[in-house]
């Protein structure tokens, strides 16, 4: 079992930045990938930003160049740095770690809500 904990949502202007950070607790060993999804009002999830356990990352276009996921091993934290916000970035933001041993899970976090207003 995998315990998610999001935090540092809120509400900022656009143009702004905000910071999210995920702490991860339980049997990490079993963790392949953790990333970062969104789900805007009346939309479906999408994929934000997700980092391997090599460090490789990835993004979705919509936020290349103003996203940034990292992931401190000693406090077993992923975070999301989230620059030039725009109010196409609301949502909630949910973080995610993947399973892959014994099988295949998807664990997620409760949730974060990030308003950006214009």
């Known amino acids: 079992q995998v315990q998610l904990v999001e935090s540092g949502g809120g509400l900022v202007q656009a143009g702004g930045s905000l910071r999210l950070s995920c702490a991860a607790s339980?049997?990490?060993?079993?963790?392949?990938?953790m990333g970062w999804y969104r789900q805007p009002p009346g939309k479906q999830r999408e994929l934000v930003a997700v980092?391997?356990?090599?460090?490789?990352?990835n993004y979705a276009d919509s936020v290349k160049g103003r996203f940034t996921i990292s992931v401190d091993n000693t406090k077993n934290t992923v975070n999301l740095q989230m620059n030039n916000l725009k109010p196409e970035d609301t949502a909630v933001y949910y973080c995610?770690?993947?399973?892959?041993?014994?099988?295949?899970?998807?664990?997620w976090g409760q949730g974060t809500q990030v308003t950006v207003s214009s």
């Open positions: 995610n770690a993947k399973q892959v041993s014994p099988t295949v899970y998807d664990y």
């Open positions: 339980g049997s990490l060993f079993s963790i392949s990938n």
């Open positions: 980092i391997t356990s090599t460090k490789g990352t």
